[in-house]
């Protein structure tokens, strides 16, 4: 079955510390996404990428980073820098970046810093 | 900026009711436009889209219309059942924007048999 998978689904981290969650899709398309969703809110942009070896900041990119070595790979790195990290996190991806293509999103990950 | 609005919620609803969520929109391009709904605990789903003005998508028995004249995409469906319990999401996606998606801040509906 082609789909996203994030993992883990749940994680806790102690503040100070990076951490990076994971996002892998082999629905071949070109185009991956990050958003960040906070109880009672939409959607906000953290990085997009349209093809391999590219990424833009989104919204709210201070103290996050990417990559995107691999078509079906877009790790997120949650660093200290990140003031209020605690969130739950979608990784998305659509067959290009063309306005007319829906996202496929991933089940999500739960951060949780203390 | 691209913005999408909803209407407030929750929403509370008896089994078989009818059901209307508003949704407008501004944008600087012409976008499409998404409806999206998400289950506890899990990632956003398509539920319909409209890419061009007039058209209405559908999809198990929801149905919205891309209103140009209004900027609006309402998600209406006749008869709500206690498993369209869920949060959904309007979105626009603006090709001057390079074609990121904008979310409304999300309505949660609650069906009671």
């Known amino acids: 079955d082609g789909g996203i998978t994030q993992s883990p689904k749940y994680l806790f981290r102690k503040e100070g510390q990076n951490v990076t969650l994971s996002c892998e899709q082999n629905?071949?398309?070109?185009?991956m996404y990050w958003y960040r969703q906070d109880p009672g809110q939409g959607l906000r942009l953290i990085y997009y990428?349209?093809?391999?070896?590219?990424?833009q900041k989104g919204d709210i990119a201070e103290g996050y980073s990417v990559s995107r070595e691999k078509k079906e790979s877009f790790p997120l790195t949650v660093t200290s820098a990140q003031k209020n990290p605690t969130a739950f996190y979608l990784c998305?991806?659509?067959?290009?970046?063309?306005?007319?293509?829906?996202?496929?999103f991933g089940p999500g990950t739960r951060l949780t810093v203390t | 900026g691209d913005s999408v609005t909803q209407m407030e919620g929750p929403v509370t609803l008896s089994e078989e009711a009818f059901l209307t969520i508003n949704c407008t929109y501004t944008a600087t391009g012409y976008p499409s436009l998404f409806w999206y709904v998400q289950y506890p605990g899990e990632g956003l789903q398509l539920l319909l889209k409209a890419t061009k003005a007039d058209d209405k998508g559908s999809n198990k028995g929801f149905e919205a219309t891309y209103r140009k004249e209004t900027t609006s995409f309402h998600l209406e469906k006749g008869s709500v059942q206690v498993s369209d319990s869920a949060v959904y999401f309007c979105a626009l996606s603006d090709p001057t924007n390079a074609g990121k998606s904008t979310f409304g801040d999300g309505t949660t509906l609650t069906v009671k048999p």
């Open positions: 990428s349209q093809i391999v070896n590219d990424f």
């Open positions: 629905l071949n398309h070109d185009a």
């Open positions: 998305a991806s659509s067959i290009g970046s063309g306005v007319e293509y829906e996202q496929y």
